[in-house]
């Protein structure tokens, strides 16, 4: 990422601080700090006031930190939010504004402590993240070749799937060729089910083995240059019988259907009504226990997210996921899920793995 956006990306807030009532900004959200200086380090605070930016980290990231940001660094000795009080005091800085989402309950107390008579902290919600909703061409050129690796690596790993193989043997498998394709790390922990264990929608892949005439579900994402990537894909072990198949067609529909709803200025909720009203059809609606999707980008849930009654209309530019899935007690789960571009004329599905039934 070119360091001139960083700065724009600053100049954007605080072009708003005065609407927002507040004099200064201080980011505690590591994926927010990384958006607006670059800096990629695990322990940071970002002051931000009309003029001016400071980072705070510690002696670890002195040499990372000026490498890296395009902005004032300082290192402290100790906790770095009273290091960024004083300079806030020197600049005479009286409303302060804090990520109140983001800020632990301790961190928020030291803060109200730490400031002079007259002056308070103001609390803002999501207002960096509303910025990161949009992507820029280098963030989007990021996550697509994030959704790239994370393709391949899961094209690696069937093919190593074995009969004696355990649903953490794939997952290990699985996050083993994400690395050896260059990839940082996985966006979250890979999800591998099986059979009856794929009616969780988050399960933890254990010591199960994977049988035959059983689905497998494999819901994984890569890192990549700081931005992630996610995909769920639904497979079956040896073949299908009827019941399986109807719930996959179904699912898939609704999949399809939610894709074909998105575009720019759609409401978020009507992409998620889209795959609702398809798996009515079939009457499975019911067995649909979460919302069709969330943003993506520096971090794996970001706005908006598509659900009922999320009035968010969607953007050219923004990168979200459509994951419609039906979930059976006792028998199985089957969800289908691809990462998508939103743009103007509609979107681009970023994913390039095949939704075809796949029997492995």
Request: aromatic share 6%.
């Amino acid at each position: 990422m070119q360091k001139a956006i960083y700065s724009q990306r600053r100049q954007n807030l605080v072009r708003e601080f005065r609407a927002k009532g507040v004099d200064c900004l201080l980011v505690s959200a590591l994926p927010n700090i990384r958006y607006l200086a670059g800096f990629t380090g695990s322990n940071a605070l970002l002051l931000l006031w009309e003029g001016g930016a400071v980072l705070f980290t510690d002696r670890r990231y002195e040499i990372q930190a000026g490498e890296e940001c395009d902005c004032a660094v300082q290192v402290a000795r100790g906790p770095l939010i009273p290091e960024a009080l004083k300079l806030v005091r020197r600049r005479k800085l009286r409303r302060v504004g804090f990520e109140s989402h983001r800020v632990l309950f301790d961190s928020y107390t030291e803060l109200c402590e730490g400031l002079r008579p007259g002056s308070r902290a103001v609390a803002v919600r999501g207002w960096v993240e509303g910025y990161r909703m949009v992507k820029a061409p280098e963030e989007i050129a990021a996550i697509r070749a994030s959704v790239e690796l994370n393709s391949r690596a899961l094209e690696r790993a069937l093919k190593r799937l074995k009969p004696e193989m355990s649903e953490a043997d794939l997952a290990a498998e699985i996050d083993y060729q994400m690395r050896r394709l260059g990839a940082e790390g996985t966006a979250f922990d890979t999800i591998v089910a099986s059979g009856a264990r794929a009616a969780l929608p988050h399960a933890q892949p254990t010591s199960a083995r994977i049988e035959a005439a059983q689905v497998l579900l494999i819901d994984m994402g890569a890192k990549l240059g700081g931005y992630l990537s996610d995909m769920t894909r639904t497979l079956f072990v040896g073949g299908a019988g009827k019941r399986l198949l109807h719930y996959y067609a179904a699912v898939r529909e609704a999949q399809m259907a939610g894709v074909e709803a998105v575009r720019e200025g759609i409401a978020a909720e009507k992409v998620d009504a889209a795959c609702r009203i398809t798996l009515a059809r079939w009457r499975l609606d019911r067995f649909f226990v979460h919302s069709t999707g969330h943003g993506l980008g520096l971090e794996i849930h970001e706005a908006p997210r598509l659900g009922k009654k999320v009035k968010t209309q969607l953007k050219a530019g923004m990168v979200i996921t459509i994951e419609p899935g039906v979930y059976i007690e006792d028998f199985c789960g089957i969800r289908i899920e691809d990462t998508v571009l939103v743009t103007k004329n509609g979107c681009e599905v970023l994913t390039p793995t095949s939704k075809e039934p796949v029997v492995v």
